[in-house]
């Protein structure tokens, strides 16, 4: 085997990694499996020795304890009824313009993934209380549907993000500068969500009516309904404040995160052993997941890339003379098709070790790159036949709504995902600009 070229030893890799997964194996061991037979059949008992010291100098990284915490403060916040009262104001606000609980859901959605920092947390409970709110009040259900799993997948791109936070890990990019080159790209995305919407149910009103005179309120009403984004607002703004004004590390500000929290929790009387017990639980089984992961993905990466074959691609981009837009486009579409059978998590632990030194070496600046790789995320959780919102909103929907429908609900917003994504690539500065301004 030692002599074989790259391109057979990504071949084999790959294979035999995809092999595995289809014969039922969880990811962590197909990754796992492929890189260290691989180290073995290469180099021996000293391959896996390497492997090991690859994977603790990799796990060694402070910035690592940042996750955990931002998933608990997602959680507490997820159980604490937040979302219940940010719908409720919506309602109020919103509820009198044809089309406004659709707009309001996306902004709800936006605040959840700068409070939740991950996507399923908005799908999941927008899906609950958002839904069924929507269709008694004979809201269109593709564009319900749709609003609720696009604007869901915010999570991805709002800082904090912890897709973000794994990407900074692996390319070494400052988390701060990420988080400010994703804000402005999605409020911009939210706008086109919101747009969209707008532009639809003028229209065809009957997509999404206004509420009926009975349920309109008065402006008293609606002022009082602003006190529910008070906490959260606060909350969201002290922990990017701290993270992109340098007050303080990711890791630090997300402990400041988990105790506001906690907080905003007891203030709503909803502190108690049973909240604190699913967000303990399901932080460990989230933060394993992730960790065993990235441990696999170390050693799949370390000898893929310590064989030669991360030169495949450059042999490539040298050999057909491609632009370097071109190079990024091709990457951009491997996502496009990656995400249709692989979860974020995967793709990234995979795709970035190996992308991130050529997106270097053409000259592109890395933070922007993120940022398309976090858009492409997006496109990939609403992208049949696997994308983890549509099964999110399958769980919650009500059995009126079929998976067709789902289905036929997500391709509106994924082309609107790809509208963002060219004019990020032709406008870099829609990514660069708060970051360069800020740092």
Avoid at 130 to 146: E, N, Q
Avoid at 180 to 185: D, T
Avoid at 319 to 325: E, F, H, T, V
């Amino acid at each position: 085997m030692a002599d074989l070229d790259p391109l057979t030893i990504t071949a084999i890799m790959f294979f035999s990694m995809l092999l595995l997964m289809a014969i039922g194996a969880p990811l962590t061991f197909a990754l796992m499996i492929s890189g260290m037979g691989s180290a073995y059949l290469m180099f021996g008992p000293g391959g896996i020795d390497l492997l090991l010291a690859s994977a603790y100098s990799a796990m060694d990284n402070f910035l690592l304890v940042s996750l955990p915490l931002f998933i608990f403060m997602g959680l507490v916040l997820e159980r604490s009824g937040v979302t219940d009262d940010l719908f409720e104001m919506i309602h109020k606000l919103m509820g009198s313009i044809p089309g406004g609980l659709g707009v309001g859901t996306v902004l709800v959605c936006a605040l959840i993934a700068a409070m939740a920092g991950v996507s399923g947390a908005a799908t999941v409970s927008l899906g609950i209380i958002a839904l069924p709110a929507m269709l008694k009040r004979g809201y269109d259900k593709r564009l319900v549907t749709g609003t609720i799993m696009a604007g869901g997948a915010l999570g991805f791109l709002i800082p904090p993000s912890v897709l973000m936070i794994i990407y900074a890990f692996l390319s070494r990019d400052s988390v701060g500068k990420l988080f400010a080159a994703g804000l402005v790209p999605g409020l911009m995305l939210a706008g086109i969500y919101i747009l969209y919407i707008l532009i639809r149910c003028r229209f065809k009103p009957e997509m999404g009516p206004p509420a009926p005179a009975e349920e309109r309120f008065t402006l008293v009403d609606k002022l009082k309904s602003l006190r529910f984004v008070l906490a959260p607002g606060l909350l969201v703004t002290a922990v990017l404040g701290c993270i992109i004004g340098g007050v303080t590390s990711p890791s630090e500000a997300s402990a400041i995160g988990a105790a506001g929290a906690l907080l905003i929790a007891a203030l709503k009387g909803r502190a108690n052993w049973k909240l604190l017990r699913y967000a303990m639980l399901s932080t460990t089984k989230i933060t394993g997941m992730l960790l065993w992961i990235a441990i696999a993905a170390v050693f799949f990466s370390k000898i893929y890339v310590g064989l030669g074959a991360g030169m495949v691609v450059t042999d490539f981009i040298e050999d057909y003379a491609l632009s370097p837009y071109a190079v990024i486009i091709m990457m951009l579409v491997s996502y496009f098709v990656l995400g249709m059978f692989l979860d974020d998590f995967a793709i990234i632990f995979i795709t970035v070790p190996l992308y991130v030194p050529i997106v270097r070496d053409l000259g592109f600046d890395t933070t922007w790159f993120a940022v398309l790789f976090i858009l492409s995320m997006q496109s990939a959780y609403l992208t049949p036949p696997f994308g983890y919102n549509l099964f999110y909103m399958r769980s919650v929907a009500p059995k009126e709504i079929t998976i067709m429908d789902i289905y036929r609900s997500a391709l509106p917003f994924v082309a609107l995902q790809v509208l963002g994504l060219a004019l990020i690539v032709a406008f870099p500065q829609i990514a660069l600009w708060l970051p360069e301004m800020l740092f």
